[in-house]
C-alpha cells in the first residue's frame, strides 16, 4: 500500500513539474481509455444493433462525452443552426490529431459515421467498435480502391438516408494550417447530389505540440459553417468545389484560431 502512495505521490509532482511528463500520460491515457471505452461499447453495440450498424455510433458518442474533462479539453460550438439539415448530407473538417475524434462526438448528428483510413481496422478494440459503427474504410494507397469505396458509399448514403464526416486533408495536419484538399469527398457529394457542410476546428497549437512534448488544457472552436449545395453539378465542377470549400474553411480556421489561442494564452 505504501509502494501505490509512493507511485501516486510521484505522478502528482511529475503531473505539477514536467511538461514532458504531463505530454506522455495525457496521450498514454487517452489511448488506453478509448481502448477500453471500446471494450464497453462492443458487447452494447452487438445486444443493441445486432452487429454492424450506423445507429451504434450513438452509443460510441455517448460513451466519448465525459474523456475531455479528463484531459482539460473545452469546446466553444457556434453555427449550430446550419447542422439543421433533413436526410443526407456530407461533413467535412479539418484533421490535426486523433484528439478530433472529441470535438466529433460534441457535434455529430444522427445517422452519421465517418470515412477512415484503414488501418484504424486493425487497431485493436477501437478498429472493432468502429467498424461496428459503420465507418467507411478506405485504403489511401490504392486510388481504384477508394474511388470504388467512395462510389459505393455514395449509393449506400442515399438509399439508407445517412450522413458521412469525411476529413479532406487525407492525413493528419501539424502545421498550424491547413493542407489542400483531396477531391474524394467532393466527387460523393456530387454523385449523391447531396450538400456539403464544413465544419472548422480551431488549431492545437496553443496547448497541444507534439513535436515538443506539450499538452496543456485548452479550448477548441469549433465552427459550423453553412452548407454549399451540389445539386445539378457534375465530375467538372468537383475541382471548383473543393477549392471554394477550401477557402471558406480556412477563413475560417484563421479567424477562429486567433480567437481561440487568444483565450487559450489568457487563463
Request: glycine letters at 6%; charged letters at 20%.
Amino acid at each position: 500500500m505504501d509502494a501505490l502512495w509512493l507511485l501516486l505521490s510521484l505522478i502528482v509532482v511529475f503531473l505539477w513539474s514536467s511538461s514532458t511528463f504531463v505530454f506522455y500520460f495525457k496521450t498514454c491515457f487517452y489511448a488506453a481509455w478509448m481502448m477500453t471505452l471500446a471494450v464497453i461499447a462492443i458487447p452494447i453495440c452487438i445486444v443493441r444493433s445486432g452487429g454492424r450498424s450506423i445507429e451504434n455510433m450513438r452509443v460510441i458518442r455517448f460513451l466519448l462525452q465525459h474523456v475531455k474533462y479528463f484531459l482539460g479539453l473545452r469546446y466553444e460550438v457556434s453555427g449550430w443552426d446550419n447542422l439543421q439539415e433533413e436526410g443526407p448530407y456530407v461533413i467535412i473538417s479539418n484533421h490535426q490529431s486523433s484528439l478530433d475524434v472529441l470535438g466529433l462526438m460534441e457535434v455529430l448528428p444522427d445517422r452519421c459515421t465517418s470515412v477512415a483510413k484503414r488501418e484504424l481496422l486493425y487497431a485493436g478494440t477501437v478498429g472493432m467498435v468502429t467498424w461496428l459503427a459503420g465507418v467507411v474504410f478506405i485504403n489511401r494507397r490504392k486510388t481504384d480502391d477508394a474511388k470504388s469505396v467512395m462510389a459505393e458509399a455514395a449509393g449506400t448514403m442515399l438509399r439508407e438516408e445517412i450522413r458521412l464526416w469525411i476529413f479532406p486533408e487525407g492525413t493528419r495536419n501539424h502545421t498550424g494550417d491547413l493542407l489542400p484538399f483531396k477531391k474524394g469527398a467532393f466527387h460523393l457529394a456530387v454523385q449523391a447530389q447531396v450538400p456539403i457542410i464544413p465544419i472548422v476546428f480551431s488549431s492545437y497549437s496553443s496547448f497541444y505540440i507534439p513535436k515538443a512534448k506539450q499538452f496543456k488544457s485548452g479550448t477548441i472552436k469549433l465552427k459550423i459553417l453553412p452548407k454549399i449545395q451540389t445539386k445539378g453539378m457534375t465530375s467538372d465542377d468537383v475541382s471548383a468545389l473543393a477549392q471554394k470549400s477550401y477557402d471558406i474553411m480556412h477563413s475560417a480556421f484563421l479567424e477562429i484560431s486567433g480567437a481561440a489561442n487568444h483565450s487559450n494564452h489568457s487563463h
